[in-house]
């Protein structure tokens, strides 16, 4: 993995050293990973949806979800997010990995799936500790605007892990309760809208062009509305 890595060894170490809080939430089975995953699935109608830890040699995907199950761990040069983490601020997106693989991984760590779209997770310091991505056996576009959404979904990502490293145990219940009751109507929301989209005999008709554009300010109002939650919870902290 060495000529994937623009970076020197001391910033490396620097990066791994930020990391290590997030992995003790990892092996604490805290389910805040899982929920990452399952609401960016929802929100980007795709069937899998992960996070990803990256570490000196492997890669963990805490929050893991999906049709069908993928691996729970990679070594890291068989990973795409061990390369997307290393492009700060800019999302990597592979539409179809079949016929344009990724020419820093091999073709069999790549026969699984053809769409890929990631952005790095990063810390208040800026380091990139894994990613959030999402996954297809399909071939399939990916827009700016869902990079846009995506990348917000990262920022939110990280700020949640935040929030569960402050958090005491007694208060983490109330605060998740807030968040959680604040995005299950808008995902219900998205979700009818996405499932009348697909009814549309072609995505170009003025109809599904409608439908799609619903769907993008939804997934902007989702992380809207998860954002002020999350500012609205580390506000109840600080005043504890």
Known sequence: MAAVLPISAA?????????QPYKALEHARHNVFEQIARLTAKLFATPMAQVSLVDADEVTYPGNVGDPPLADRLARENSLCAVAVYSPGTTTVFPD???????????????????????????????????????????????DNEQLVLARMAGIAMRLL?????????????????????????LQRIETLTALARWEVSPETATALAYQASIHEERLLIVQDIEYEISMAFARLAAT
């Open 11 to 19: 910033q490396e170490a620097a990066r791994l050293q930020a990391l």
């Open 162 to 186: 935040d929030l569960e490293l402050v958090a005491a145990p007694e208060q983490a219940p109330a605060l998740w309760a807030a968040i959680h009751a604040r995005i299950a109507l808008s």
């Open 97 to 143: 990995l079949q016929a344009n693989p990724c020419r820093w991984l091999s073709a069999e760590a790549q026969k699984d799936f053809a769409f890929y779209a990631s952005h790095p997770i990063q810390t208040t310091a800026g380091q990139p500790i894994g990613s959030l991505c999402v996954l297809d056996k399909k071939p399939r576009e990916f827009t």
